[in-house]
């Protein structure tokens, strides 16, 4: 079955720790996205990817960062540099203009 | 600054009664505004209006866009516990290519048995 796959469900992380979340898509769909979502706030865009090799920083991008080598691939690191990083990360995709984005099932990130 | 307002905040109703949701915007160029479901997990896909398709319906749901008011309504008729879920509204406007959502807060709402 096609679909978005993101792994780990559940990561925590100590202080001054990279971590890395994983979403993986074999939809063929060549847009990918990273969001955030906090308790009562709307999903906010992380980094954005409209083909392979290409990415942009949304409107949080700020202790991110991002890479697209393969279409099927946008990993997100959350670097130190981000000093709030507890919160349910969604990926998503979509295959072009016009389309909707369609999300995976999310990893939830907490400090320990 | 483009933003997307949702309400009621949250919603609570019983079994088989109809609710009606909203979503307001103010964005530069609107393109499209889209509705998803969210349970425990991944949003799913609900609608997407344009100014080409202002009006959608999919069994109990029904969803129509007013580009005058420039806001969206979702219908849910005999509302069922398994429709308890938070709503959420998007807006995707111009230029084209950037591909970005704005996301309202969503509206939770819980169906009681």
């Known amino acids: 079955d096609g679909g978005i796959t993101q792994s780990p469900k559940y990561l925590f992380r100590k202080e001054g720790q990279n971590v890395t979340l994983s979403c993986e898509q074999n939809?063929?769909?060549?847009?990918m996205y990273w969001y955030r979502q906090d308790p009562g706030q709307g999903l906010r865009l992380i980094y954005y990817?409209?083909?392979?090799?290409?990415?942009q920083k949304g409107d949080i991008a700020e202790g991110y960062s991002v890479s697209r080598e393969k279409k099927e691939s946008f990993p997100l690191t959350v670097t130190s540099a981000q000093k709030n990083p507890t919160a349910f990360y969604l990926c998503?995709?979509?295959?072009?203009?016009?389309?909707?984005?369609?999300f995976g099932d999310g990893t939830r990130l907490s400090i320990l | 600054e483009d933003k997307v307002v949702q309400s009621p905040l949250s919603l609570v109703v019983h079994e088989g009664d109809t609710v009606t949701l909203n979503c307001s915007y103010e964005?530069?160029?609107?393109?499209?505004l889209l509705w998803y479901k969210q349970e425990k997990k991944a949003p799913t896909f609900l609608f997407m209006l344009?100014?080409?398709?202002i009006e959608k319906k999919s069994g109990r749901l029904s969803s129509i866009l007013d580009k005058k008011e420039l806001s969206s309504i979702l219908n849910i008729t005999a509302t069922q516990t398994g429709d308890s879920a938070i709503y959420l509204c998007?807006?995707?406007?111009?230029?084209?290519?950037?591909?970005?959502?704005?996301f309202g807060t969503g509206t939770r709402l819980k169906v009681l048995a």
């Open positions: 998503a995709s979509r295959k072009g203009e016009g389309q909707p984005q369609h």
């Open positions: 939809l063929n769909h060549d847009a």
């Open positions: 990817s409209q083909i392979v090799n290409d990415f």
């Open positions: 964005v530069t160029n609107f393109r499209s």
């Open positions: 344009t100014s080409s398709g």
């Open positions: 998007a807006v995707e406007a111009w230029p084209p290519g950037t591909y970005k959502y704005i």
